[in-house]
Structure formats: C-alpha cells, structure tokens
C-alpha cells in the first residue's frame, strides 16, 4: 500500500512532466508546480464533464490565465498532451496485447479496442495536418463557419520542437509504466501470487475503456472489465475485485483527492459545489 501511494506521487509529477514538455514542443515555458495543479484541477474537472478527457482539456487555471503564455500557445501545448496520451497506450499496448493473444484466446477481441484507438491517432494526425496545410477538412471549416478561420490559423500555426515531442512521448509511456506497477502492487497487497502478464493486459483494457468512456472517467466499467480478466487469468472472484479496488485507489481516487485539495486552495466555492 505504501509503495502504490509513493508510484501515485510519482504519477502525478509525470503527468506534470508531460505538461511542461508539451508546452516545450509548442515553444513555450511552463514550470512544474503549476504544471501539477493543471493536471490536478483538470483530472477533477474530467471526472463532471462529458467526454471529461477531452473536454477538461480547455480549463484554464487562474495562474496560467495570468501568465505571459499565448492562450493559442496553451490550447497547442493541451492537445498535444491529449494526444500523446492517447499514442502512448497505442505503443504499449502493441507488443502487450500481442503477446497476450497469442496466449489467452479471450483476449483476441481486446485487438479491436487497439484498432479504433489506431483509427483515432491517424484521423487526429489527418486534422491536423490538413487544417495547417488548409487541405479538404480546413476547407470544409470555413465555408460552414467562415468565422473561425481566424482562430483555427492561430491554434494550428506553429513549428513542433522535436526533442520536447519525444521528451512528452516518453513522459506518457512511463505513466503507462506506473499504471501496470499500480495493478502489480495492487495484487501485492491483497496477498495473492501477482501476474505480471495479467497487471499488463488488465491496465491496457482498462486504459482502452478509459479512452472511450463517455462519462465519469470509466468508472464501474473499468472495474469490471479487470474482474473478468483477472478472473481468466486463475483469481478467485473475491481476488479478482478487491485488486481492482485497489487499482483504482492509487490510479484514480488519490489523484481525485489531490485536486479536490488544488482547488480548496485557491477555489473553495467550487470545492463545495463540486463535493456533494
């Protein structure tokens, strides 16, 4: 349990990393404090709004509204984030759900979620390179909504700084790394023989789940969906929802509490709405 609340700690400074090397990709500078209470505030807001992942994207904290970053700067550095968030569950679950495959005949249709995912990098890539090119779908924007042009020039315009691209990439991948540590250390705790195979599929899935869930950030269906995989893989059904338990513990509740704490510090009336 102590270690699982020490990789959260970590956790939480990779996701900060990852903002501050998003914003690095887009030219902009981006300390690690308020980096933490970016990912803090808007994991908590992802959890209230629909698609939560994505939408929580446009929050701004009040710090970053005062600083000297352009906002088009911030909206760059925030999909990026967003989407090597979603690239990196790609790379790791490659060579995972591969693997698994080949060994578990119940994992083959967990082959389908890496498709999609797959479908959605290449369409997000096909976006953007199309509105900074003003191809087919920047095209179609101006003449629906002439309007934006504007605006869609000033968010898609600028120079990708390789290094802090891959420094983000490599941020993502270790966050993909501390989630399987979660669900080792959650086997661990609960006493049972772990798997090292089943902690990796079972964080791939969920993490798949994640990514489409439309609400709530996938609870309950997380949860379950690791029940019945560890369920395949020998655990008992007590075993196999006390780990899950567990899991979401470290990956979910304790960041929760932490941006409950980053808004009670500089935003109690949207703490008290936001608790009940």
């Not at 479908?119 to 934006?148: D, T």
């Not at 661990?188 to 964080?203: I, K, R």
């Not at 929802?241 to 935003?267: D, H, N, T, V």
Request: net charge positive; proline share 4%; hydrophobic share 55%.
């Amino acid at each position: 349990m102590t270690l699982g609340i020490l990789v959260t700690v970590i956790y939480i400074l990779l996701q900060a990393a990852m903002y501050v090397f998003s914003f690095r990709s887009v030219g902009a500078m981006l300390d690690l404090a308020r980096s933490t209470e970016l990912f803090l505030k808007r994991n908590l807001l992802s959890v209230f709004l629909p698609a939560g992942g994505v939408s929580s994207l446009a929050y701004l904290p009040q710090s970053l509204r005062r600083s000297q970053l352009h906002k088009q700067q911030i909206h760059q550095a925030s999909g990026i984030y967003g989407f090597v968030g979603i690239l990196s569950v790609f790379l790791v679950g490659i060579p995972v759900v591969g693997y698994a495959m080949l060994h578990t005949r119940s994992m083959k249709d967990a082959a389908w979620g890496l498709t999609i995912i797959c479908l959605l990098l290449l369409g997000v890539i096909w976006l953007v390179r199309s509105m900074q090119l003003k191809g087919k779908a920047y095209g179609m924007l101006v003449k629906y909504f002439p309007g934006a042009a504007h605006q869609v020039d000033e968010i898609f315009t600028f120079r990708l700084s390789f290094p802090g691209f891959m420094n983000t990439v490599l941020s993502s991948v270790l966050i993909e790394v501390a989630g399987i540590a979660h669900l080792y250390l959650g086997m661990l705790a609960t006493g049972v023989t772990p798997s090292l195979e089943a902690a990796c599929v079972g964080y791939i899935v969920a993490t798949i789940f994640l990514i489409i869930s439309p609400f709530l950030r996938g609870l309950g269906a997380i949860e379950l969906s690791l029940a019945f995989i560890l369920s395949n893989y020998g655990y008992s059904n007590l075993q196999a929802l006390e780990i899950p338990l567990l899991f979401r513990l470290f990956e979910f509740w304790l960041p929760l509490a932490a941006g409950m704490i980053a808004f009670a510090l500089k935003g109690r009336e949207l703490v008290l709405r936001l608790l009940p």
